[in-house]
């Protein structure tokens, strides 16, 4: 799940850039997008690594 999010927070970058060089909105609109970015990167690194760990259905601390 968080791999799609992580897609597809990338898509919606790739858009907004697009956005920007055509004059349509504004560089700081890229600011949520970078940020809900980063956060479904974290989220899938850390799940993914516990998978690899061979937790498939135990606690994953997300900020440890």
Same mark, same amino acid.
């Given at each position: 799940? @968080?791999?799609?999010?992580?897609?597809?927070? @990338?898509? $919606?970058? $790739?858009?907004?850039?697009?956005?920007?060089?055509?004059?349509?909105?504004?560089? @700081?609109?890229?600011?949520? $997008?970078?940020?809900?970015?980063?956060?479904?990167?974290?989220?899938?690194q850390c799940y993914r690594r516990?998978?690899?760990?061979?937790?498939?259905?135990?606690?994953?601390?997300?900020?440890k």
């Amino acid at each position: 799940m @968080w791999l799609i999010m992580l897609i597809l927070g @990338w898509a $919606v970058f $790739v858009d907004r850039c697009i956005h920007i060089g055509y004059g349509e909105i504004s560089w @700081w609109q890229l600011i949520p $997008v970078i940020i809900i970015i980063a956060f479904c990167n974290r989220l899938y690194q850390c799940y993914r690594r516990q998978v690899r760990k061979g937790n498939l259905y135990g606690r994953v601390r997300i900020f440890k």
